[in-house]
């Protein structure tokens, strides 16, 4: 199996900061990387996919980048209803796996 | 816009099968693949398997001994069945569309999930 690996596990951001999150796959993937935001209590809602392409509807805030094992997701300038984890999912090969999540808190 | 909805017991013996229902409203099921995935509590997200309409399915290896996947394209639904369960596999259990674009793949549409606890 493919392990994804996010860091960091957690963050806290001020308002209009910056947010950078990065996902490691074990071996290479290409950009078949996609991403979620899940927040309490509901279901994860797809970002980005296959990087860099922006889901419709997603602000454009939310990018992001990375081929081969190395990828990112960027907030450009955190908003409060940003607060929730993130997961990023290869879909390289089977069985298609999900890092650990990163949870955003705002300061 | 495509919604799902799982259905099913939320309570579950242990080596009991846990089965759910995805209905599919919005859009047909005759198109896409069909995706399980499920999130123990507090935890991270594990991909069950999948099914086209056609009825071919793929199943994460780890659960694959267990797992069955099929589809009902009168009703627009497909189903998830889990059987020996133990507590382990006490979890939400999210159905969602496994959408392809070339040969990327991703699930844009999510049901709302449903917890499922394997208890005596």
């Known amino acids: 199996d493919i392990q994804m690996t996010q860091s960091p596990s957690s963050l806290s951001a001020s308002v209009g900061d910056r947010v950078t999150i990065t996902c490691r796959a074990s071996?290479?993937?290409?950009?078949?990387l996609n991403w979620y935001q899940q927040k309490p209590g509901k279901a994860p809602k797809v970002l980005i996919y296959?990087?860099?392409s922006l889901q419709s509807g997603v602000p454009s805030r939310f990018s992001g980048s990375g081929s081969g094992t190395d990828f990112t997701l960027t907030i450009s300038s955190v908003q409060p209803e940003d607060i929730a984890t993130y997961y990023c999912?290869?879909?390289?090969?089977?069985?298609?796996?999900f890092g650990q999540g990163t949870k955003v808190e705002i300061k | 816009q495509v919604q799902l909805q799982e259905s099913g017991p939320g309570l579950v013996k242990p080596s009991e099968t846990l089965s759910l229902t995805c209905t599919v409203s919005?859009?047909?099921?005759?198109?896409?693949?069909w995706s399980w995935i499920r999130q123990p509590p507090g935890k991270g997200l594990e991909w069950i398997g999948f099914?086209?309409?056609?009825?071919?399915?793929n199943y994460n290896p780890s659960l694959k001994s267990r797992v069955t996947i099929s589809v009902d394209t009168s009703k627009d639904q497909f189903s998830l069945k889990l059987s020996s369960v133990t507590a382990a596999d006490t979890a939400v259990y999210y159905c969602?569309?496994?959408?392809?674009?070339?040969?990327?793949?991703?699930?844009?549409?999510w049901g709302q999930g449903t917890l499922v606890t394997v208890s005596s």
């Open positions: 969602a569309t496994t959408r392809t674009v070339g040969s990327k793949i991703y699930f844009d549409y």
């Open positions: 919005g859009g047909s099921i005759s198109s896409n693949y």
């Open positions: 099914i086209y309409y056609s009825g071919s399915t």
């Open positions: 071996q290479s993937i290409s950009s078949y």
């Open positions: 296959a990087a860099p």
């Open positions: 999912q290869q879909s390289y090969s089977i069985p298609w796996t």
